[in-house]
Nanobody, 123 residues
């Protein structure tokens, strides 16, 4: 299993970014996917979750209405569109998967992780 994130960078307050995660080594269309983030000195936290077929989504309260998770099973990719970014969104963003994942699962329950991509929001 390989997950490779991209799309991070430096953006100003109120700006937008689109993160992508390219997956390989497993049957992507059968696996739920999630995004987590970890800010310096803080625990890794849940951001967004999407079911295997894209039919259901879940978001952390802190990002609802600003972030949108989506997937393209034909391309083995999952994306996170982020708008109205705030300095508190600054973190390393990770995509993760597990065959039986649920949106309520904590980070330790996920078996597979990408290497992360840095998102920095300046004020």
């Amino acid at each position: 299993v390989q997950l490779v994130e991209s799309g991070g960078g430096l953006v100003q307050l109120g700006g937008s970014l689109r993160l992508s995660c390219a997956a390989s080594g497993f049957t992507f269309s059968s696996y739920p996917m999630a995004w987590f983030r970890q800010a310096p000195g803080k625990e890794r936290e849940f951001v967004a979750f999407i079911s295997y077929n894209g039919g259901s989504h879940d978001y952390a309260d802190s990002v609802k209405g600003r972030f949108t998770i989506s997937r393209e099973n034909a391309k083995n990719t999952v994306s996170l569109q982020m708008i109205s970014l705030k300095p508190e969104d600054t973190a390393v963003y990770y995509c993760a998967t597990d065959r039986w994942a649920r949106s309520s699962w904590p980070p330790l329950s996920y078996d597979y992780w990408g290497q992360g991509t840095q998102v920095t929001v300046s004020s």
